[in-house]
């Protein structure tokens, strides 16, 4: 399984690796309007991702809302692990 991280940054993502094996869709500042560039890219890193995946939506709302767009209509589901209180919490959606 893996862990999709929306965004790399100076977060702990450690915790996460719990879940699976940490894959980041971006790394540094993007350009919040360059929309089609964050969707070739998603789409190219998570080619191979299975249902079993997870996100961790952090960074822009926009990329998150695009990571979590190509998931959900690749798989007919979002997973998703929510930083709270100093862990992961697990959603799951069947779509």
Do not use: W
């Not at 959900?72 to 209180?85: E, M, Q, S, T, V």
């Amino acid at each position: 399984m893996k862990v999709f991280i929306v965004n790399k940054s100076a977060h702990d993502f450690g915790p996460a690796e719990k879940y699976g094996e940490v894959v980041f869709l971006s790394e540094g500042s993007m350009n919040r309007y360059a929309t089609n560039s964050m969707v070739r890219q998603f789409e190219s890193v998570m080619k191979d991702s299975s249902p079993e995946d997870r996100i961790v939506p952090c960074s822009l709302n926009v990329m998150n809302s695009i990571a979590c767009a190509i998931f959900a209509h690749k798989h007919g589901r979002l997973n998703l692990l929510l930083f709270k209180d100093g862990v992961y919490i697990e959603r799951n959606h069947i779509l």
